[in-house]
């Protein structure tokens, strides 16, 4: 079993940055890439970026390609996504996920984090 705990949502201003978290833990971390989704109200659940397990690979939402970076520190068991240039179209409840790099489908998602609120002013 894979449990993911995220945090880091916050109320910025347009234009502002914030930086969420992903703890992960588990005894098969390994066989997941980290994601992170995003789900404004009324709206589906989107993919928003992917990290392989190395953190070698990426892949983005065009949304946000060129704003928002994923990382990973294995040593802390975390995954980072660092959001700049912030819009109000990006508010959301973000979630971060065990899933695969081969699918950007909420339904393929093995485990979910809780969600943390996203809220950007304009």
């Known amino acids: 079993q894979v449990q993911l705990i995220d945090s880091g949502g916050g109320l910025v201003q347009a234009g502002g940055s914030l930086r969420l978290s992903c703890v992960v833990f588990?005894?098969?971390?390994?066989?997941?890439?980290i994601d992170w989704f995003r789900q404004a109200p009324g709206k589906e659940r989107e993919f928003v970026a992917v990290i392989s397990w190395t953190g070698t690979v990426t892949d983005y939402a065009d949304s946000v390609k060129g704003r928002f970076t994923i990382s990973r520190d294995n040593a802390k068991n975390t995954v980072y996504l660092q959001m700049n240039s912030l819009k109000p179209e990006d508010t959301a409840n973000y979630y971060c996920?065990?899933?695969?790099?081969?699918?950007?489908?909420?339904?393929?998602?093995?485990?979910w984090g809780q969600g943390t609120q996203v809220t950007v002013s304009s």
């Open positions: 996920a065990a899933g695969s790099l081969t699918s950007r489908l909420a339904t393929d998602v093995h485990s």
């Open positions: 588990g005894r098969t971390l390994s066989r997941y890439a």
